[in-house]
C-alpha cells in the first residue's frame, strides 16, 4: 500500500473551498497504477477539489476526471491524501486534494463559487 502524502508549504491551498458532493469518474493517468472509479467531491474550488477514494495516491499522480452530471473531462494532480479512519485502524478510505491542470475550467454546478 502506498503511504499517504502530505502538504508541504508550496502546496497551500488556494481560493476558498466549498463542500459540495458531485459525482466523478477518476481514471490514473499512471502506467504502473490501475484505478478507475467513481468517486465522489467533499469539497470544490476554481483550483481542484478534494475527494473520498478507497486508496491513498502518490503525491503528483495525474488523474483524469469526468464530471458525471455536465459530462466535462479535465485532468489534475495530487497534492495530498489523508486516511480518513483514525490511526491504528486499517484505512479504507482516503480524501485525496488535487490541483486542476487548468484551473477554473470546470464546472462543479456550485451557483456561487468564489473566484478566488
Same mark, same amino acid.
Given at each position: 500500500? &502506498?503511504a =499517504?502524502? @502530505? ?12 463542500? /459540495? /458532493?458531485?459525482?466523478?469518474?477518476? #481514471?490514473s &493517468?499512471? =502506467?504502473?497504477l490501475a484505478?478507475c472509479?467513481?468517486c465522489?467531491?467533499?469539497? #470544490?474550488n476554481?483550483?481542484?477539489? /478534494?475527494?473520498?477514494?478507497?486508496? =491513498?495516491?502518490?503525491?503528483?499522480t495525474?488523474?483524469? @476526471?469526468?464530471?458525471?452530471h455536465?459530462?466535462?473531462v479535465t485532468?489534475a494532480? #495530487? ?7 483514525p490511526a491504528?485502524?486499517?484505512?479504507? /478510505?482516503?480524501?485525496?486534494?488535487l490541483? @486542476?491542470?487548468?484551473p477554473?475550467? #470546470?464546472?462543479?454546478?456550485v451557483p456561487?463559487? =468564489?473566484?478566488?
Amino acid at each position: 500500500m &502506498l503511504a =499517504p502524502c @502530505l502538504i508541504n508549504s508550496k502546496e497551500r491551498r488556494r481560493g476558498q473551498r466549498i463542500p /459540495s /458532493s458531485v459525482l466523478l469518474f477518476v #481514471v490514473s &493517468l499512471d =502506467p504502473d497504477l490501475a484505478f478507475c472509479e467513481r468517486c465522489q467531491t467533499v469539497e #470544490v474550488n476554481h483550483h481542484g477539489c /478534494s475527494f473520498k477514494a478507497p486508496q =491513498p495516491f502518490k503525491h503528483g499522480t495525474r488523474l483524469r @476526471l469526468g464530471i458525471l452530471h455536465t459530462g466535462q473531462v479535465t485532468t489534475a494532480r #495530487v497534492v495530498y491524501a489523508f486516511p480518513l479512519e483514525p490511526a491504528g485502524r486499517a484505512v479504507k /478510505s482516503w480524501i485525496v486534494g488535487l490541483e @486542476l491542470d487548468k484551473p477554473g475550467h #470546470v464546472c462543479w454546478g456550485v451557483p456561487s463559487l =468564489p473566484q478566488s
